[in-house]
């Protein structure tokens, strides 16, 4: 099972976002172990992964583990449009010795319950008793994972270990808790809802904001752990408050601008995404020092 603070990983290119950058891949693991996270999200919606072709995912997935020497868990997101792919990356990355494998549904078009039970199982059967995770994103993915859905797929295959809900839906994440299926768990994917989220149950996050500032993060963890729930109410709110700096306009720039005035330069974002304007990045400077984030 995942606990604590999990990084969304974020993918490194080169200049203009021409290349992978497989070196400051190195040093971005690097950083985020060091801070006691609990695992790594490859290739997810913040690692880019519908901008990666499918040998830059491949070389992405391998070399995450690699780096991570088992030190953390590395948990793989598999999705691609197509099952075929998506069945593909997902045995690739049980090949190379991920801790496990996560996967949006079928994106873009709608799918109906049948569709995506029969896209993940499989990827459940594709990873052959490893863990497996669904991860709910509607507002990206366009198809909603039902509570429906997570029963049958739960009862068909015990590996299914729980869901990444990054809906920000509290109801709904009360309601997947509450199901009480056997060796599952809820995941929180919405920043804002951490300390809610913690106090319905849920043991794990994961987070595009810890890339840069899995301090803050981890505040709200210790804090509630250590049954403070004043000072984890207050580290809840130093987080919301980054997180609406980070998520607001070009998100995927800014969390890559936050970590280069960290120290932590991990290139630039792929096109079509750009990169921020520099009005765009005085203002993010001047609110991470605001915040005492940057000196």
Do not use: W
Not at 71 to 88: D, F, G, L, P, Q
Request: with cysteine; proline share 5%.
């Amino acid at each position: 099972m995942l606990s604590g603070v999990v990084p969304a990983l974020m993918t490194p290119f080169t200049a203009g976002g021409e290349k992978y950058d497989r070196n400051r891949l190195r040093g971005l693991c690097e950083h985020l172990i060091s801070s006691r996270v609990g695992g790594l999200f490859v290739t997810g919606t913040t690692g880019e992964f519908i901008a990666l072709s499918p040998e830059e995912r491949r070389q992405v997935i391998e070399d995450a583990v690699e780096f991570a020497g088992g030190r953390t868990k590395v948990i793989i997101h598999a999705c691609s449009y197509n099952t075929m792919e998506s069945v593909a990356l997902a045995e690739f990355a049980c090949r190379v010795g991920a801790d496990g494998v996560g996967s949006l549904p079928p994106y873009f078009h709608p799918m109906d319950e049948e569709a995506q039970f029969a896209f993940f199982s499989r990827m459940c059967e594709a990873v052959k008793g490893k863990p497996f995770y669904l991860y709910n994103l509607p507002a990206y993915a366009a198809n909603e994972i039902s509570l429906s859905l997570i029963r049958r797929l739960k009862a068909a295959f015990p590996h299914l270990k729980g869901i990444k809900d990054s809906s920000g839906d509290l109801e709904r994440m009360k309601n997947e808790l509450e199901m009480g299926l056997p060796d599952f768990q809820v995941i929180s994917g919405a920043d804002h809802r951490t300390l809610d989220a913690l106090r319905l149950g849920a043991k794990a996050s994961v987070t595009s904001t810890a890339n840069a500032f899995p301090e803050v993060f981890q505040a709200v963890y210790d804090a509630f752990n250590s049954g403070n729930i004043q000072r984890a109410e207050q580290a809840q709110e130093r987080l919301t408050a980054l997180t609406k700096i980070l998520m607001s306009g070009r998100y995927l720039a800014t969390y890559k601008t936050a970590l280069r005035l960290r120290g932590i330069d991990i290139g630039t974002v792929r096109p079509p995404h750009r990169e921020l304007t520099d009005s765009e990045a005085h203002k993010l400077t001047v609110s991470l020092k605001d915040m005492g984030l940057i000196p």
